[in-house]
């Protein structure tokens, strides 16, 4: 596949030409956005972290590392798989850009979730 066309954005960020397929990947829809003006293409949350790991990662976020290992253990369920599976395809046709609600920017799940995603596809190339 190479170079993955993915892009991450705040949910509250205003959309881009270049967005291409927009995809919450929250579990919970944020807040203070209609879904009629929300202009997302498509809502992952059997993709998103659990209830029990967000509420860990939101009291503990400097377990960074610790979220992410836990994370990535949950993307390996049946219903993550399917969703990622969903998400992966749509790369393969085109630009792809995860939404997320958290305000930082540099830790949050979709973060993590495009390093996951960029995991397999190093193991998919090899």
């Not at 046709?93 to 995860?98: D, E, N, Q, R």
């Amino acid at each position: 596949m190479g170079a993955m066309p993915l892009r991450l954005k705040r949910v509250y960020e205003a959309p881009g030409a270049g967005d291409g397929t927009r995809i919450l990947v929250d579990r919970l829809w944020p807040r203070g956005i209609a879904r009629d003006n929300a202009r997302i293409d498509l809502w992952l949350k059997d993709i998103a972290p659990g209830d029990a790991l967000r509420r860990r990662f939101h009291g503990k976020p400097e377990d960074w590392d610790a979220f992410c290992a836990a994370y990535f253990a949950e993307l390996e369920g049946a219903s993550a798989q399917a969703a990622a599976k969903d998400l992966l395809d749509r790369l393969r046709k085109g630009a792809v850009t995860l939404l997320y609600a958290a305000r930082d920017e540099r830790r949050n799940n979709a973060v993590a979730l495009r390093a996951w995603l960029e995991r397999q596809n190093r193991r998919q190339a090899s």
